[in-house]
Structures are given as structure tokens and as C-alpha cells.
């Protein structure tokens, strides 16, 4: 039957192998290409289920990211451009009390910036940003911005 009808192999005559075997593949040989074949497979549903793992993790990362977004943007906070001028202001008003600019006399009240410091410290104890080291960082860092340019 083999050898008169090589491509007919009727289901009663032959097993799933032999149906699906040509005359040149062993039996052996099939089921070992379809063993690497199943081990590829199952290889790429694993791929496929980590990427989709990987894409919903991302996809929740973004919508994380665009609630905070819209969250800062509700609460005001100033970007660059605003805290550039911010510290441009405070290091003018800074040389205006220090009479660094032409035609402008020192303050009476503030004999150094320390002084200065010390004295907004003590006035407005509880403000935010208003302690002697945030003041102390930010003086020099509004000098340094206003001298850059």
C-alpha cells in the first residue's frame, strides 16, 4: 500500500506519525522535529504572555504618570522659566540691600547677609522655605543665576 499509493494512508490503515510522514522522514525523526517544534512553541506563548505582562505594567506606569502630572499642574508648582525669575528677583533685591548697584546705599538695618538671614529666620519662624539653611542654599544658588547671564 506504501509503495502503489505513497501520498493515501487512510486513518484505519495508519497512525497520526505514519499519516503524516513522508517516505524520506523517519518516524523518529518526526517526532523529534515536532518535539523542538512544541518546545519553540511554548517558547513563544511564554514571550508573548511576558509581553503583554510587560505592556499592561507599562501601561499602568503612564497613567501613574499622567494622574501626577495633572496633580503638579493643579498645585501650581513653578517650572524652570518661573524659578529662574524667582531667583533673579531675590538675588537683585539682595544687591539692593547690600548696595552692590550704582547710586543705591546699603541698608542701615543689615550690616551682612547673615544678618539678613538671620533676622527673615527669626520673623517668620514657621514659614516654609524661610529657615536660615534653605536661606543660606538659596542666596549664593540666586547670585550664581543672575551672574551666569
Do not use: W
Not at 28 to 36: E, G, M, N, P, V
Not at 62 to 76: C, M, P, Q
Amino acid at each position: 500500500m506504501v509503495k502503489a499509493f505513497p501520498n493515501e494512508r487512510p486513518a484505519f490503515l495508519f497512525d497520526d506519525i505514519e499519516r503524516n510522514t513522508h517516505t524520506a522522514i523517519s518516524a523518529d525523526a518526526y517526532r523529534s522535529l515536532k518535539a523542538d517544534r512544541d518546545a519553540l512553541q511554548k517558547r513563544l506563548d511564554k514571550g508573548v504572555e511576558s509581553y503583554k505582562a510587560l505592556r499592561r505594567e507599562k501601561e499602568a506606569i503612564e497613567k501613574d504618570r499622567d494622574a501626577l502630572k495633572a496633580k503638579v499642574d493643579t498645585l501650581g508648582v513653578p517650572g524652570e522659566r518661573a524659578e529662574s525669575t524667582y531667583q533673579n528677583i531675590i538675588a537683585s533685591l539682595l544687591d539692593c540691600i547690600s548696595g552692590s548697584i550704582p547710586g543705591v546705599e546699603r541698608h542701615p538695618s543689615f550690616d551682612s547677609e547673615a544678618k539678613l538671614i538671620e533676622t527673615i529666620d527669626d520673623y517668620f519662624r514657621g514659614y516654609g522655605g524661610l529657615s536660615k539653611s534653605t536661606l543660606s542654599r538659596k542666596f549664593p544658588d540666586a547670585k550664581r543665576a543672575l551672574q551666569s547671564r
